[in-house]
């Protein structure tokens, strides 16, 4: 069983450079895309963007055009599907997308697996968002805390527009005081991580720095690999045993992010 989420910046973008024939050759049983930038009237003229290799797609649009927005593509029908958060001023940014699949698919047993497709906000320069993000990361931990407590196994993944640690950026000393790197930011990650026990699944294989998985588009700066690593998949602490391996696909082009895959325990 194979996870992945990708960070595309923008659908239409990345489908002009290869995503089909990367997307065929990936063959993931799910897929999670981050700022899609795209509408319904855009998915509604394009049957390859809707059921590409007859996989099946679920989309969290955002209200302005061209911004953010969430797409999950499946093998399996979900059970079902959750777009939003419940909050106008976050579901309106299309940000959090859940879908619910019978544990069967997911490596045998009874209840419920539910994968969360999310892409959280950016604190922006001079710091102007960090509320409403901070506002974000309480909202998203309810949440989180709530499937847990019904007893599902919860994986979730995106680009969460924060460098956990100094490992997780090529220059920490110059970040401090800009967005993605706040203490602030880096705080809550601790709390989620270190007192709610969910876990970094990339951070179960692989220490230390030079694992990035953003990298600005000025020349050079991916070939030096001067990055940082932004998108993660997490699960609860019940899940731990169900991780088999989590990768950077590093070698995938096309955006300012890399893929980053999740691969489960038969």
């Known amino acids: ?28 049983d799910v897929v999670c895309l981050q700022e899609i930038k795209i509408g319904h009237e855009d998915v509604e003229e394009s049957a390859e963007l809707v059921n590409p290799h007859d996989y099946l797609s679920h989309w969290h649009f955002a ?23 419940g909050d106008w001023q976050f579901d ?3 940000r959090w997308l859940e879908a619910d699949f019978d544990r069967a698919h997911f490596g045998g047993g009874s209840g419920v ?12 320069r001079e710091h102007t968002r960090l509320p409403y993000k901070l506002e974000f990361c309480k909202a998203a931990e309810a949440r989180l805390e709530e499937l847990r407590k019904q007893g599902r196994t919860v994986y979730i993944c995106g680009d969460f527009n ?29 709390h989620f991580v270190r007192n709610l026990g969910w876990i970094d ?17 000025r020349p050079g700066v991916r070939e030096k690999n001067i990055g940082w ?22 070698h995938v082009m096309g955006s300012d992010h890399c893929p980053v895959r999740l691969t489960l325990k038969p």
Do not use: C
Request: proline share 4%.
């Open 1 to 28: 069983m194979k996870l992945v989420s990708w960070n595309v910046n923008g659908l239409r973008s990345v489908h002009k450079k290869n995503f089909l024939d990367w997307f065929k050759k990936e063959d993931a």
């Open 63 to 85: 209200e302005k055009p061209g911004y953010s927005g969430l797409a999950i593509y499946s093998k399996q029908d979900p059970l079902a599907i959750r777009a939003g958060l």
């Open 92 to 94: 309106s940014e299309g």
């Open 113 to 124: 697996v539910t994968v969360i497709n999310t892409y959280w906000p950016n604190s922006q």
């Open 162 to 190: 924060i460098a956990h640690t100094e490992h997780d950026l090529a220059n920490p000393k110059s970040n401090q005081d800009n967005a993605g790197f706040l203490p602030e930011e880096r705080a809550w990650m601790d």
């Open 201 to 217: 699944a990339f951070r179960e294989f692989t220490k230390g720095n030079g694992h990035y998985t953003w990298w600005s588009y």
């Open 229 to 250: 690593r932004l998108d993660y998949f997490f699960a609860n602490p019940e899940a731990r045993s169900t991780i088999a391996k989590m990768e950077h696909l590093t």
